[in-house]
């Protein structure tokens, strides 16, 4: 591949970079939450939810920030509302949106009825609202058990059926998924393992394709490198440290704002993009930064596991799990960057046609988040 093609392939990446750095925060997406409760007759969901989307008819699928979405104006509208308005607007049109809630028993579907609608203010519009809905179907006779899902564009789903402690079933559904059959005499559990299995994948999707900030950090630390081994014990060096902060910040231990954390998470982006531009550091030296760094993105990566809600007794298990799935989407991103410059690593021009552009375009990312971060 030629010098002016690879010129041209980086100014278009850092193009994209550009264009997705400026909807990394505003209208995030996160997944809906459901305290499931099976009784004799009736089911009832309480369900952590953003009521906006459903009203604006985002595909949740297929984005991760509502700026992305053709209805982001639409979406805009309905969050700048006052809570009673946006009931009105959601038992108005209930009949359309109560379709994508799920409920089946023995392959039969059932309606769904809202019983509650808890909205909070408007407040900060820039930060995704979370409303508690309450939503209930009378059972058929007998015995059977109920299956429970969101219909494909609804997004994640996390269901949680109460009432059987820390061993109860809890899902983690992508949209047009089901529940197994919840019973109704009693309540479904699961393993430890199932659990572990589950967040090792909420983890790898935290990286690819949720962790724009995460991943540019990444590919700071690849076009650092020259060589594989010690890019990996660096990988493993922010892995391990934001393990610790993780934990410590998931329990309450250790607790700061993410006002004051994105922007220095940012701010660690800049400085990568910056030390690799001016060929600052060595590799002893770099990895002990990162792991400094990794301690800070640990507290950034905690509000993903508060999003899930993890019952106290499987914390261990999603936590190993989590970082293990993590791992595992940086490794991903570090392969990727390999597949598409590994080939010119070797070529007396790597570093000054590829390495510096990209880091520069990092640094400038990095830098636009800070300021975004901060000050808007």
Do not use: K
């Not at 690819?208 to 493993?236: C, E, K, N």
């Not at 298990?317 to 392969?335: C, D, S, T, W």
């Amino acid at each position: 591949m030629s010098r002016p093609i690879l010129s041209r392939l980086l100014g278009l990446s850092m193009a994209l970079l550009l264009t997705i750095a400026g909807a990394a925060r505003a209208h995030e997406i996160r997944p809906t939450i459901a305290d499931v409760e099976v009784g004799a007759e009736q089911v009832t969901l309480t369900l952590r939810i953003t009521l906006e989307t459903l009203l604006a008819g985002i595909d949740l699928d297929s984005v991760q920030n509502t700026n992305d979405a053709p209805e982001a104006a639409l979406y805009d509208m309905f969050r700048a509302m006052a809570p009673e308005r946006l009931e009105a607007a959601l038992r108005a049109d209930w009949a359309r949106i109560g379709r994508g809630f799920l409920i089946e028993v023995e392959g039969q579907r059932l309606t769904p009825v809202i019983a509650a609608v808890d909205i909070p203010a408007a407040g900060d519009l820039e930060l995704a609202r979370d409303s508690i809905l309450t939503v209930t179907a009378d059972l058929p006779p007998g015995g059977a058990g109920v299956r429970l899902g969101l219909a494909p564009g609804y997004g994640t789903f996390v269901p949680r059926q109460v009432g059987g402690g820390d061993d109860a079933y809890e899902g983690f559904l992508a949209g047009g998924e089901m529940t197994p059959e919840l019973p109704r005499a009693e309540v479904l559990t699961e393993g430890a393992g199932a659990v572990f299995l589950r967040y090792i994948g909420a983890g790898f999707e935290h990286i690819v394709p949720l962790g724009l900030d995460h991943i540019l950090f990444v590919l700071g630390l690849y076009f650092f490198a020259t060589q594989v081994g010690p890019l990996l014990w660096q990988v493993s060096a922010f892995t391990l440290a934001h393990t610790i902060t993780l934990a410590l910040a998931a329990t309450g231990t250790v607790t700061v704002p993410a006002s004051v954390v994105e922007p220095l998470i940012a701010a660690t982006i800049v400085y990568v993009g910056v030390e690799n531009t001016l060929g600052w550091g060595n590799v002893r030296g770099r990895t002990a930064l990162v792991f400094g760094f990794g301690l800070l993105h640990g507290l950034g990566f905690a509000s993903v596991l508060g999003d899930y809600g993890i019952a106290s007794g499987r914390f261990v298990q999603a936590l190993v799990g989590f970082n293990i799935g993590v791992e595992f989407g940086q490794l991903a991103v570090i392969a990727g960057a390999f597949a598409l410059t590994g080939w010119f690593i070797a070529r007396p021009w790597y570093r000054r046609a590829i390495a510096i552009p990209a880091s520069l375009s990092i640094a400038a990312v990095g830098a636009y988040w800070v300021v975004e971060r901060t000050l808007l």
